[in-house]
Nanobody, 122 residues
Framework: QVQLVESGGGLVQAGGSLRLSCAASGISESIFTINAMRWYRQAPGKQRDLVAT???????NYADSVKGRFTISRDNAKNTVYLQMNSLKPEDTAVYYC?????????????WGQGTQVTVSS
């Protein structure tokens, strides 16, 4: 069974840094390939928004609100995606979710982690 487990969230003061990790397990690598991996976030009472995307070929995209502050990276050998968050602001407070798109025979199946809380105090 495919599982994504996030870690690294917590409480930090404004201007601080956190590094989130998301490790995927239970993947039959003879059947599936992990394509794009993404980080989303959801603040209380708001919709879940895309924060950053990284493709298997290492192409990266960011939401305008985090450009220059957040960096997404991945380790394909470990099936893990990271989100380095610097210069954090109170408005970055949210539950952060990772998503991995598994591909088999051209069919894409998205899998989600359970979320990790990030709280930035002013």
């Amino acid at each position: 069974q495919v599982q994504l487990v996030e870690s690294g969230g917590g409480l930090v003061q404004a201007g601080g840094s956190l590094r989130l990790s998301c490790a995927a397990s239970g993947i039959s690598e003879s059947i599936f390939t992990i394509n794009a991996m993404r980080w989303y976030r959801q603040a209380p009472g708001k919709q879940r928004d895309l924060v950053a995307t990284i493709t298997r070929g290492d192409s990266r995209n960011y939401a305008d609100s985090v450009k220059g502050r957040f960096t997404i990276s991945r380790d394909n050998a470990k099936n893990t995606v990271y989100l380095q968050m610097n210069s954090l602001k109170p408005e970055d407070t949210a539950v952060y979710y990772c998503r991995a798109d598994l591909v088999s025979a051209s069919i894409v199946q998205p899998y989600w982690g359970q979320g990790t809380q990030v709280t930035v105090s002013s």
